[in-house]
């Protein structure tokens, strides 16, 4: 296998304003407009298809170093009209030597991309909830929410690929030994509207691909994601106090995974911190009783606690068997261990200790906001790389994903996580790793398990199931067994962990011709047809 078997199939010619080299982090994690995102929409969806990806600006030089002979897309994820006729001149030569797709938006003026592309705006806006792929493949959706596009004309030389209403937006036309193809919609716009937008552009780049294609395919696809295991929070605050789960409850929890052939990734918190109190409870560590001490952290590993005059009197948390338990499913290969800070709790516990309202405020309860920022001189001392010790000592694994207390972070906190090699950011959104940053994916999105809807299968996208121990604890372990069925019944067929996530957005899919044919690779490795 040679180095340039495993070089970048797309190319992202991108506005230097949307993914600016300066950051380490690109999205905020929280909605942005569609014209400040093309580009990293785009990042987003060809990384999930598992393939490698090179950046380029619009400038005829930049365009240049980027392109080569392995490249098997061009993606303009930008206006258009910001090529030059450099940069125009450059893309059709290379489609002369290469046959690779060129993807791009239609035009708004008559320019060299509108005569590559045999393709050009009329001026009229399109509106609808019919649409077809015309294509290899053909295939219909009806759009829940309406569409927009413009309309557009080709020359004789175009074929139309996709229609809405019948009318065309996305057309194809030959150049070389490639294809132009132009898109008359803003791609992220008609994302936004409704999750066929995304099943059109996946069709764009798989379908009207010129050579063979291999993709992960993770349409129909649940990550599985249960918050809080192992946080005192259950214990203090009376807005979200409840019995940790007992061995009894863990063993229900693993028998409905293993019925569902599902993976549960648990945001788990290594750090049990003691509010120095006898009178509200008794705290024993290690099976030993310890000194109570205001602001002390002990291993969640080794805590019983039980109450006497707290929120729940007479209530006894087992964290110590809930280890046990998780480490069991582990074993099983139906619990994967995430991070979920360090013990969910501002990193100033001498504050709380003190604190009037330190088991009614919620504030006291969020650990990677500003409040940790403080220690980002001191990175082994910071609640990031602290819970990532302890779960690594505890379980023996590396978390692949951050989850952030109360979905609070700072800049700070996350580059740390990237400094610290996390792979992954789960919140409501999605975060992966490309380039030593962390990109945010605004259409990965994570629903609550107990709200099953339809509309999250309709992007060929996977979702993110999320929860919290809470509702086992409150409701019983057949809630979840009711919203894994419900989620089935809509059409989920796979529950998997967040780390199969993280492997396939921090991996590289590529289909190498050898001279004894076809060769899947994954990371390097080979890998049979059957397991992408």
């Known amino acids: 296998m040679t180095a340039d078997s495993l070089s970048a199939s797309v190319l992202l010619i991108a506005n230097p304003f949307q993914l600016p080299s300066s950051q380490r982090v690109w999205g905020t994690g929280g909605w942005q407009p569609p014209e400040m995102r093309e580009a990293l929409d785009w990042l987003c969806l060809v990384r999930g298809l598992g393939w490698g990806v090179k950046l380029a600006f619009p400038d005829a030089a930049s365009i240049a170093r980027g392109l080569s002979a392995e490249l098997r897309w061009i993606i303009v994820a930008c206006d258009p009209d910001e090529l030059t006729g450099d940069s125009v001149k450059l893309l059709r030569e290379a489609l002369v030597a290469t046959p690779a797709l060129l993807l791009g938006r239609v035009a708004a003026r008559a320019s060299e991309w509108s005569a590559l592309g045999g393709v050009w705006k009329t001026g ?40 809405l209403d019948q009318l065309p937006i996305v057309v194809a036309r030959r150049q070389g030994r490639g294809t132009v193809l132009t898109l008359g919609f803003h791609p992220s716009e008609i994302r936004d509207a409704d999750g066929c937008g995304t099943a059109l552009l996946r069709k764009c780049l798989i379908c009207a691909s010129l050579q063979p294609v291999a993709w992960f395919d993770l349409s129909n696809t649940m990550a599985l994601r249960m918050d809080d295991p192992g946080a005192a929070q259950s214990v203090y605050l009376s807005s979200w106090s409840y019995r940790q789960l007992g061995r009894q409850e863990w063993g229900q929890v693993m028998d409905i995974l293993d019925t569902h052939l599902a993976t549960l990734s648990v945001a788990y918190v290594g750090g049990w911190v003691d509010d120095g109190d006898p009178k509200r409870g008794n705290l024993r560590v290690g099976g030993n009783d310890v000194e109570r001490v205001a602001g002390q952290i002990h291993p969640s590993a080794e805590v019983v606690y039980e109450d006497i005059a707290g929120q729940f009197p007479g209530t006894i948390h087992d964290y110590a068997g809930q280890y046990d338990s998780l480490r069991k499913g582990q074993d099983l290969g139906l619990i994967d261990i995430e991070l979920h800070g360090y013990t969910h709790m501002n990193p100033d516990l001498r504050a709380w200790s003190v604190a ?177």
Not at 144 to 152: H, I
Not at 418 to 430: A, F, M, N
């Open 124 to 163: 009229n806006l399109i509106r609808g909830r019919s649409l077809s792929w015309n294509g290899d493949c053909a295939q219909q959706w009806q759009a829940r929410n309406e569409l927009s596009g413009m309309s557009v004309s080709c020359d004789a030389g175009g074929e139309v690929l996709a229609c």
């Open 356 to 532: 009037p309202d330190r088991y009614s405020s919620v504030h006291w309860f969020r650990e990677l906001g500003a409040y940790g920022d403080r220690l980002a001189g001191r990175p082994v001392e910071h609640p990031v790389f602290k819970g990532m010790s302890e779960i690594e000592r505890r379980f023996g694994v590396k978390p692949s994903t951050l989850i952030c207390p109360g979905d609070e972070w700072s800049q700070i906190a996350l580059e740390l996580a990237l400094d610290g090699g996390v792979q992954s950011i789960s919140s409501y959104y999605y975060a992966f790793r490309f380039g030593g940053r962390f990109c945010w994916s605004q259409h990965l999105c994570a629903p609550y398990l107990d709200e099953p809807d339809s509309s999250w299968l309709d992007s060929g996208l996977p979702v993110v199931g999320y929860f919290h121990d809470a509702e086992i604890s409150q409701k019983g372990s057949q809630w979840l067994e009711s919203c894994l069925s419900e989620w089935q019944h809509l059409g989920m067929q796979r529950f998997v962990s967040l780390r199969v996530l993280s492997e396939i957005y921090s991996g590289r899919l590529v289909l190498d011709a050898r001279e004894e044919g076809w060769v899947l690779l994954f990371d390097s490795v080979p890998r049979k047809f059957s397991d992408c």
